[in-house]
């Protein structure tokens, strides 16, 4: 075993440009962390530039450098869409062939709200796609009144039901959801995530949502890199919701966040555990609060925020530990609609004992991180991609 701990940061949705197949998602041109830095007129991220984050690209800001301080690549998506659970999956091992369905522009079919309100005994309002922030503004008084669900979705595959808790208690929410996640199960409605989003407030523009966010994902569809991990013995520690686009397994334990802040600060206090094994950690911030509500400056400054971090991070972490900075997508602000882009992601390698670090070539599938993981510690892994753990010197 070469390192003892790994540590693997998912900025979710930073992507760096045109993946391969960019004009099949008709996402050709997008580029999450270019554009950003051309509308924040460059970056401050000294601890990503030393890491070779520049020579990933042109990055207005972030300048490219001969000597990196870690191994850094590009990866493409192997598996069909650009979602959240498509990219983590891929990431441990599972190659999506369908994407998961979403309803955007249409909302959910009556038949499916019909069912929902029959097994539920409330009715619904909303059955749109926006912003978790903006729905409750738009119905967050109506629900006081009614009592009524408001659902709603995004740009992802999500069937999203808001619930004022001190209207509709916690638990008939989270059974709610539970009822939802039944009948999403049907093929033609088989989103990826139903996901509870309690939230407190009287009145338009002082609706404001709480913790108690839970997330009811489909499950796995077979073994992953994080099953191998733990049926090893080893610790699998999910950070942010990790463990909800797993749907707990292969997990060992848990830990909540709030933000990417708060992830950040748990990832480092997470250096001076003793664990063995991975610390598979979602900075969701990026993707939630700045890709899809079109922020291209609050991005930016979320990106300078978590530079910092990332070397307070780098500071604490021990001779044999590994630390993974990736993306599971693109989002980019400046592009059309709301939606994930399709694009290339960074995959950036450090560790205190490498000597040689450089630029490596493109890798085809997301897969190899997982696989790199599995060979460290010496586990089973069946997935998709191939180990380039021997390329760490």
Not at 301 to 316: C, P, R, S, T
Not at 355 to 376: A, P, R
Request: glycine residues 10%; contains cysteine; proline residues 3%.
């Amino acid at each position: 075993m070469k390192f003892n701990r790994i540590f693997l940061i998912v900025c979710d949705s930073m992507g760096i440009g045109n993946a391969k197949d960019a004009k099949k998602y008709n996402d050709f041109g997008a580029n999450t962390v270019g554009h950003i830095c051309s509308i924040c007129d460059g970056l401050n991220i000294p601890t990503l530039q030393n890491l070779g984050f520049g020579n990933l690209g042109d990055f207005k800001g972030v300048a490219k450098t001969q000597n990196p301080q870690a191994y850094i690549l590009k990866l493409n998506e192997a598996s069909n869409g650009k979602d959240t659970m498509t990219g983590h999956w891929e990431m441990m091992g599972l190659k999506t062939e369908k994407p998961f369905i979403t309803f955007t522009d249409t909302g959910f079919p009556k038949e499916f709200i019909d069912l929902f309100e029959k097994k539920t005994g409330r009715k619904c309002v909303g059955n749109i796609a926006c912003s978790g922030t903006k729905i409750l503004d738009m119905y967050g008084e109506h629900q006081i009144k009614t009592g009524d669900w408001i659902v709603y979705t995004s740009a992802d595959s999500v069937f999203q039901i808001a619930a004022n808790e001190d209207i509709i208690p916690l638990e008939e929410l989270y059974h709610a959801c539970q009822i939802a996640r039944e009948i999403a199960m049907d093929d033609k409605w088989k989103v990826g995530r139903v996901i509870a989003r309690p939230y407190i407030g009287t009145k338009e523009g002082h609706f404001t949502r709480t913790s108690n966010r839970h997330d009811y994902a489909l499950a796995p569809f077979s073994k992953t890199a994080l099953d191998s991990l733990k049926d090893a013995g080893l610790d699998v520690i999910g950070v942010g919701k990790i463990p909800d686009i797993f749907v707990d397994q292969g997990i060992t334990r848990k830990i909540k966040t709030v933000s990417n802040e708060d992830g950040m600060n748990k990832t480092i206090e997470l250096a001076s555990d003793n664990f063995n094994g991975l610390a598979f950690i979602n900075l969701v911030d990026f993707d939630a609060v700045y890709g899809h509500r079109r922020n291209a400056a609050g991005y930016g400054k979320a990106i300078e925020e978590f530079d910092v971090q990332l070397g307070e991070l780098i500071n604490e972490l021990k001779e044999d530990d590994l630390l993974i900075v990736t993306a599971d997508h693109g989002n980019d602000p400046t592009y059309r609609g709301t939606d994930h882009t399709r694009e290339q992601v960074p995959l950036i390698i450090y560790s205190k004992q490498f000597n040689e670090m450089k630029v490596l070539n493109d890798g085809d599938s997301f897969g190899i991180i997982g696989s790199t993981i599995c060979d460290n510690f010496n586990v089973k892994y069946n997935g998709i991609g191939s180990s380039i753990l021997e390329l760490l010197k």
